[in-house]
């Protein structure tokens, strides 16, 4: 900013330049923000299963968890009357690319305490894998099938594991993903080719879903009439 | 006359034989042996083109009888990626995605975004953007709203509300057109402020919509509120307790129905909403005449807060006076060399967030809207998720609808108050 006084003829209000800026604020030492009664609680009760924890955007409080223990160390949260947090407000995932492991995220919410959690867990990319919560909340079954659908990670013991957003027979993979090109990986000719082939009557009738394998991702292998005309999509 | 030949001359009514005796129609089947009757499910294709569904949803329904057994819904006909297609663009081009998701409430869904990544760069925008942001979120809650009251009244089967809200929706397209050039595809707000400061006699024109609207709103109400079809169509259908209705994670005026007051305004203020004097209406059944109770109550307390909002809106600058946020002005850029050049860097490079993560969720006009930003230290996000109020109320809908008749699928459906667009981002 312009020092009042330092030249009287500058008085004119210009506004800042960017030649002012100042540091930025992830440069600027972190404000020392209040712990979170849930993560030493939780540090206690589970001792090596909390991997990390950390504060993000000022006082948001994320908690790394083991993987193989989330059921356990959520529904602990949820049914703790000292936690109570009944309100599953989003379950995610993100992709960081490089072959970095990919993130499901949960933010928690307890409406009684009005205190919100961020909980994570990182799936290495040979392991996609980790544990349904749609037993804990029910709003859990389609975010589910979305991180599914879009990172193709697998949710076990998932009650409905079928696509949501992308048609059943999807072959191009795991749209979200780092990898995944823009366009797809098909050729527009074949994405349009295999839409008009696709036969809405082919899936969800009630009686099958009962004993239907939880396979997410047709195989593009196992596509009889597929000329693999993959990897064109410059067009 | 054709039907006088003996071949149509049948009585369809019990008739006097000669001697006296009821003779019976030939239609009545008077011995035949009862029917079996239920012993198979019928699977009924509803949508995805169809005006009940408000938008393309697709259900399909086993039904037993009229009676629905199971619903199983299907999405993913709009689906565009925006998530996906965010991930290449820089944090200010990313706004014009949000308000193609709803596009019943586009304000809402551009400050919402904004807001996030305000958060996770670390910027206090002006008190005058922060009001002007209530007023369009406020706004748009009626706006909302309006379109929902005139979906559902249709719904139910009653015509004239729908044309008596839209009358009043056309207020708000005509604000919108003058706040930012768009009806739909608003694109208001920018990182650290607002598109442009309001036009002159904007806030006349707000103050006008909320005057006349209460009137409308009485009207609609007095038609619909003690109507006794109404009452019958809504009153006990599609109800949902208030431990399942958090489990579902049903939020809004959905979860409100059921009797929870999770409000984000009230709960986890933002842009000092603890200062503005307003209720959150509750319902104590959790059915569809609860939730549409509770909305009319919600316009009625928007109409407060906007005009609490208009009564304060100070003056002063939109945006924030940071050189690295804000564009110069334009008659800067055409007069002096360095804010050209730094309107060209801000353009071009956009505006780098720290490698962080934050979730910033708002009371959107469907329920919780929440936006996850992840950053990586460059001017385009890593992830860029939303989390949409309407994707996880539908999701409760086939639980909501098993045991109801095939006509209150509808109208629980239109209870819920979804739009496609945001459930298939």
């Known amino acids: 900013m312009n020092k009042a006084g330092s030249n009287p003829f500058a008085m004119v209000d210009e506004g800042p330049k960017p030649s002012d800026a100042t540091v930025f604020p992830e440069d600027a030492p972190e404000a020392a923000s209040a712990p979170h009664p849930s993560v030493e609680a939780l540090r206690d009760h589970f001792g090596d299963a909390i991997v990390a924890h950390e504060v993000c955007a000022g006082d948001q409080h994320v908690v790394y968890v083991d993987p193989a223990r989330n059921v356990e160390i959520l529904s602990w949260l949820k049914a703790d009357p000292g936690q109570h947090y009944d309100h599953l407000a989003d379950l995610t995932a993100v992709d960081y690319g490089g072959g970095r492991p990919i993130q499901v995220v949960y933010q928690l919410w307890s409406i009684p305490h009005k205190r919100a959690l961020r909980v994570k867990a990182e799936l290495p990319l040979s392991e996609l894998e980790i544990e349904s919560v749609a037993g804990l909340w029910r709003c859990a079954d389609w975010l589910e099938r979305e991180v599914a659908d879009m990172f193709g990670v697998v949710f076990a013991g998932h009650p409905d594991p079928r696509r949501i957003l992308m048609p059943e027979n999807y072959a191009e993979g795991y749209p979200l993903r780092k990898d995944f090109p823009l366009r797809g990986r098909f050729s527009r000719a074949e994405q349009t080719r295999r839409a008009l082939r696709q036969n809405p009557e082919d899936d969800y009738f009630p009686a099958e879903m009962g004993d239907r394998e939880p396979q997410l991702v047709a195989s593009v292998a196992d596509d009889e009439d597929d000329e693999s005309e993959e990897v064109n999509h410059g067009d | ?425």
Not at chain 2, 38 to 48: A, D, K, R
Not at chain 2, 52 to 68: M, S
Not at chain 2, 119 to 138: A, D, P, Q, S, Y
Not at chain 2, 275 to 297: A, K, Q, S
């Open chain 2, 1 to 425: 006359m054709a039907t006088e030949s003996a071949e149509y001359a049948v009585s369809r009514n019990p008739e006097m034989g000669p001697d006296g005796s009821l003779v019976p129609s030939p239609m009545d089947p008077f011995d035949a042996p009862e029917p079996e009757l239920g012993s198979e499910t019928m699977l009924v294709n509803v949508g995805p083109q169809h005006p009940a569904t408000h938008g393309v949803l697709r259900l399909v329904v086993e039904l037993d009888g009229e009676t629905v057994v199971k619903v199983i819904p299907h999405i993913g006909y709009l689906h565009s990626s925006f998530e996906k297609l965010g991930e290449y663009r820089t944090w200010n081009q990313v706004v014009t995605l949000t308000d193609r998701m709803d596009y019943l409430a586009p304000l809402i869904y551009n400050c919402a975004y904004v807001m996030a990544v305000e958060k996770l760069m670390g910027i206090e925008v002006t008190e005058r953007c922060k009001v002007t942001r209530v007023i369009c979120m406020e706004m748009d809650r009626i706006f909302s709203h309006l379109l929902w009251l005139g979906t559902w009244s249709i719904d139910i089967g009653a015509f004239t509300p729908f044309l008596y809200a839209f009358q009043q929706r056309e207020k708000v397209y005509k604000l919108h057109e003058a706040l930012t050039g768009a009806r739909i595809t608003t694109s208001a707000t920018r990182i650290g402020g607002m598109m442009a400061d309001l036009p002159e006699g904007w806030t006349d024109g707000v103050r006008e919509f909320i005057d006349n609207l209460p009137a409308t709103l009485d009207e609609i109400d007095g038609l619909l509120k003690h109507n006794a079809i109404h009452i019958g169509r809504t009153q006990g259908i599609g109800q949902i307790s208030a431990d399942d209705a958090v489990n579902h994670g049903l939020t809004g005026a959905n979860l409100r129905a059921s009797g929870v007051p999770y409000d984000v305004r009230k709960d986890r203020p933002y842009y000092d909403y603890e200062t503005y004097d307003f209720e959150v209406p509750i319902g104590c059944h959790g059915d569809c005449y609860d939730r549409y109770l509770v909305r009319m109550e919600e316009m009625r307390q928007s109409m407060l807060i906007l005009r609490q909002a208009l009564d304060r809106l100070p003056g002063g600058p939109m945006d924030v006076e940071d050189p690295r946020i804000s564009l110069p002005s334009k008659t800067d850029c055409m007069s002096d060399m360095e804010s050209m050049i730094h309107h060209f860097k801000l353009i071009t490079d956009g505006i780098p967030a720290p490698a962080e993560d934050c979730w910033y969720s708002v009371e959107g006009s469907k329920g919780e809207l929440g936006m996850y930003v992840v950053g990586d230290g460059g001017p385009k996000p890593v992830r860029w998720r939303i989390r949409p109020p309407s994707f996880v109320n539908l999701s409760a809908i086939a639980a909501l609808s098993e045991g109801h008749l095939m006509a209150d699928l509808i109208v629980i459906n239109a209870s819920l108050d979804i739009v496609l667009g945001e459930i298939d981002r």
